[in-house]
């Protein structure tokens, strides 16, 4: 008969073993489970790419590549409102107006306008490519010129039909005052966009009969543009 203490030991080697294997088995369980995950999701994986790259050549390119899957919505552009008013709007009553609603009288390839004006004044907005030039000319009106962009250069006076180093650069944010029939010339040395006010209305721009900007002559001395 086997000593007790070798009986002990005996039984204690068999538990182990036994929860030794018990355990082999949990853990060999857990990682079936985990491959078996990982191969489901691989083909959800490759499905979900299946069904995008059929849908896509099926479809066209819509996008940057069409093997991205993506599908972009054309928007075609915003149509182009044309101007509701025309160039020159004469004001009698109390009267809200954007210049966007009014359409561009071009004058030369390089000058175009816009007006406003009542009985006794005259807004004009007036757009001048870079090199445009406005001849020498002078008028009963009293004018005040706002460039809001761009910049002009003024001769005055005797050296508006001479026009050489006596002059005045007009820009961005400065006010010019130009009183009666002081004769004057213009030239934009960028594009700019020229505010100028009358008084009273230049009658010349109202009617068309402004000669002198249209063909680019200098109109006479005296003829009151």
């Given at each position: 008969m086997l000593p007790y203490d070798t009986l002990a030991t005996f039984g204690a080697g068999m538990l182990?073993?036994?929860?030794?294997?018990?355990?082999?088995r949990k853990e060999n369980k857990a990682a079936a489970a985990r491959k078996a995950a990982l191969a489901a999701l691989q083909a959800q994986t490759a499905a979900?790419?299946?069904s995008a790259a059929a849908s896509a050549s099926s479809s066209g390119p819509t996008?940057?590549?069409?093997s991205s899957g993506l599908s972009f919505v054309h928007t075609p552009p915003p149509a182009v409102s044309l101007p509701s008013l025309s160039s020159s709007v004469h004001m009698t009553d109390v009267r809200k107006l954007s210049w966007d609603d009014m359409a561009?009288?071009?004058?030369?390839?390089?000058?175009?306008?816009?007006?406003?004006?009542?009985?006794k004044q005259m807004l004009a907005h007036v757009?001048?490519?870079?090199?445009a030039v406005v001849p020498a000319h002078d008028h009963v009106n009293e004018q005040i010129t706002y460039i809001l962009s761009g910049a002009l250069r003024f001769w005055i006076g005797e050296h508006a039909d001479n026009p050489g180093s006596e002059?005045?650069?007009?820009?961005?944010g400065d006010v010019l005052v130009i009183p009666s029939m002081v004769r004057h010339r213009a030239e934009a040395l960028e594009d700019t966009l020229d505010v100028d006010i009358f008084n009273p209305p230049r009658q010349d721009w109202i009617d068309k009969s402004d000669n002198y900007l249209r063909t680019g002559e200098p109109m006479s001395n005296g003829g009151q543009g």
């Open positions: 182990f073993c036994g929860w030794m294997y018990w355990d082999l979900a790419r299946a996008g940057p590549t069409a561009v009288e071009e004058l030369t390839p390089l000058i175009g306008r816009r007006l406003i004006y009542t009985d757009y001048l490519k870079q090199g002059f005045v650069d007009v820009r961005a």
